[in-house]
């Protein structure tokens, strides 16, 4: 398996830009969670979806972020316009029903807004 | 008061010692228990995930939950450079109850050879 992919894996933008973020989970998940990752706040849930329905976007900082997953093997992460406090590693996670709480976490894209 | 608190260290310790790791939480109704392991630029791995209070052991790595103190460890027996990492621990509520992972920020070990 191939694991849960992401890309790009890394995006450097301007101030202002839209950026986004895309991930392909692991084939047979029906979740898939989006994640932020800084030094100050650590590791932060931003939404998660469940069968391609989004459940809690709680996490979701402003309205300039936006997520999407129009099928199950895809979905988006897009911020517009970019700042620079959005700078951040940026993982995507799946994980199937009945297995546990066990996530399995792409390798991440690290963004830097200018 | 954070829901999961976790000592960032970092810290370093010789090859062959052991180590702790530790978290505390505040929300009593997490029953589910992990600790993810990440290496330098790359996505957390699950190492070890428990049920509830107990120990479970995986070879050189024992991870325990003590829930009356809202307290869980992850124990490192015959350290290696290899497991210089940063370990995360993360812990759910029951099954149904929420489908969230809460993460502590994570603590950086080194183990120097």
């Known amino acids: 398996d191939a694991g849960v992919i992401q890309s790009p894996r890394h995006e450097v933008t301007e101030m202002g830009q839209e950026v986004t973020l895309r991930c392909k989970p692991i084939?047979?998940?029906?979740?898939l969670f989006w994640y932020r990752q800084t030094m100050m706040r650590g590791l932060e849930l931003l939404i998660y979806?469940?069968?391609?329905?989004?459940?809690?976007d709680s996490g979701m900082p402003e309205d300039r972020f936006s997520a999407k997953m129009p099928n199950a093997s895809f979905s988006t992460l897009k911020i517009q316009p970019s700042e620079p406090r959005d700078s951040a590693v940026y993982f995507c996670?799946?994980?199937?029903?009945?297995?546990?709480?066990?996530?399995?976490f792409g390798p991440g894209t690290r963004l830097l807004v200018l | 008061q954070k829901e999961v608190e976790q000592d960032p260290g970092p810290l370093s310790v010789p090859e062959g010692a052991i180590v702790s790791l530790n978290c505390t939480y505040s929300?009593?109704?997490?029953?589910?228990f992990m600790w993810y392991r990440q290496y330098s630029r790359k996505g957390p791995e699950l190492l070890m995930y428990?049920?509830?209070?107990g120990n479970k052991e995986d070879g050189r790595f024992t991870a325990q939950v003590d829930k009356s103190s809202k307290y869980i460890s992850l124990f490192i027996r015959d350290s290696q450079p290899s497991d210089s990492a940063t370990y995360l621990c993360?812990?759910?509520?029951?099954?149904?109850?929420?489908?969230?992972?809460?993460f502590g920020k994570g603590t950086k070990l080194t183990v120097n050879p």
């Open positions: 084939s047979g998940h029906d979740y």
């Open positions: 929300n009593s109704a997490f029953q589910y």
């Open positions: 996670a799946s994980r199937a029903s009945g297995s546990g709480e066990t996530q399995y």
């Open positions: 979806f469940n069968n391609n329905v989004p459940i809690d």
């Open positions: 993360a812990m759910s509520e029951t099954q149904g109850g929420s489908e969230k992972l809460v």
């Open positions: 428990t049920y509830s209070s």
